[in-house]
């Protein structure tokens, strides 16, 4: 059974530039969250997509955007890279029925801005 | 604000000794699910154990278990007979809803070193 798996594992990106983060759920779940996690600290809550939709977002710009496929695989697009971006990029995924289920993270995105 | 307060930023404990991470949350939900999950440095974020607040009993997972205190909005976790690989550090989370989705919410972490 595949557990969330990410990619790239690691990348490196000039400031301005755009980068996409990759992400397929776990086997059997259909929602993904994505999570930015800054050195030193909790990951925070980014936007979570179900059915191809965004449903809750945190408080990011509009910098940052996201994409769910038929396949529940996601991406995340984050837009005029600033230094302060460089972060663990975390996906999470999760099953929607029922209130409390178990979500599970993949090994992240190490993405630095120079 | 809903919020979650780790308020050891780091702790070391001999190998095969017990040791307690604190954890306190703010939450207006009446029914809501509580996380401990660890982070080793591989970065994975890897589920400990998870506690639902309608629950009375403490949840166990083998070495781990929680101290539930609803009233208080504490839940720390208890590691007995710690080992090498428990070093790592520990996030304690709750789910908040809005709108039928939930995320979660992180506590700054609680860096724990086991010394052999």
């Known amino acids: 059974d595949a557990g969330v798996t990410q990619s790239p594992t690691h990348l490196i990106k000039t400031r301005g530039q755009q980068v996409t983060l990759r992400c397929s759920p776990k086997?059997?779940?259909?929602?993904v969250s994505w999570y930015q996690q800054a050195l030193g600290q909790g990951p925070q809550f980014i936007f979570q997509?179900?059915?191809?939709?965004?449903?809750q977002r945190g408080n990011f710009p509009d910098r940052f955007s996201g994409h769910q496929f038929p396949n529940y695989s996601s991406e995340l697009n984050v837009n005029a890279l600033l230094l302060g971006d460089s972060a663990l990029y975390l996906c999470?995924?999760?099953?929607?029925?029922?209130?409390?289920?178990?979500?599970?993270f993949g090994e992240g995105s190490w993405l630095t801005v120079v | 604000a809903q919020t979650v307060t780790q308020s050891q930023p780091e702790m070391s404990v001999q190998e095969a000794e017990t040791v307690t991470l604190s954890c306190t949350y703010d939450?207006?939900?009446?029914?809501?699910?509580l996380f401990w999950y660890k982070q080793p440095p591989s970065r994975q974020m890897i589920l400990v154990i998870r506690?639902?607040?309608?629950?009375?009993q403490n949840a166990t997972e083998n070495r781990f278990s929680v101290n539930f205190q609803k009233a208080a909005k504490s839940f720390s976790l208890k590691i007995s007979d710690s080992q090498l690989g428990d070093t790592a550090m520990y996030f304690c989370?709750?789910?908040?809803?809005?709108?039928?989705?939930?995320?979660?919410?992180f506590g700054k972490g609680t860096k724990l070193t086991v010394n052999p």
């Open positions: 939450t207006s939900e009446s029914n809501y699910y």
């Open positions: 997509y179900y059915e191809e939709e965004e449903r």
């Open positions: 999470a995924s999760s099953l929607r029925s029922g209130y409390g289920n178990t979500i599970y």
């Open positions: 506690q639902e607040a309608y629950k009375q």
């Open positions: 989370a709750f789910i908040q809803t809005q709108g039928g989705s939930e995320k979660l919410v």
């Open positions: 086997s059997g779940h259909d929602t």
